[in-house]
Nanobody, 122 residues
Framework: QVELVESGGGLVQAGGSERLSCVVSRGTMSHLAMAWLRQAPGKEREFVASISWTGDNTRYSDSVKGRFTISRDDAKNTLFLQMNSLEPEDTAVYHC???????????????WGQGTQVTVSS
């Protein structure tokens, strides 16, 4: 069983930056693909970014490509999401997820965190 705990959310102005962290509090992230997903009010949960278990393969949604960077530190059991040039449309609850198959499909991910709120003001 893997447990994930996100942190780093908050209120930020448009154009600003924020870094999210996700600690694997139970289990290990080694050999797991990791991802960030988000859900805005009134919308379905959507894929944001993912990273393979080796760390050498990343994927991004078109809406965040060039602005967000996903990374991992297996020694610290921690996943990161660096978010730059934030837009009001990025406002959502951001969830960390882990699974055995890397990719952009939400069904690839077996374990989910509770999420952290990111609010971008205009």
């Amino acid at each position: 069983q893997v447990e994930l705990v996100e942190s780093g959310g908050g209120l930020v102005q448009a154009g600003g930056s924020e870094r999210l962290s996700c600690v694997v509090s139970r289990g290990t992230m080694s050999h797991l693909a990791m991802a960030w997903l988000r859900q805005a009010p009134g919308k379905e949960r959507e894929f944001v970014a993912s990273i393979s278990w080796t760390g050498d393969n990343t994927r991004y949604s078109d809406s965040v490509k060039g602005r967000f960077t996903i990374s991992r530190d297996d020694a610290k059991n921690t996943l990161f999401l660096q978010m730059n040039s934030l837009e009001p449309e990025d406002t959502a609850v951001y969830h960390c997820a882990a699974g055995y198959i890397h990719g952009s499909s939400l069904s690839n991910y077996n374990y989910w965190g509770q999420g952290t709120q990111v609010t971008v003001s205009s």
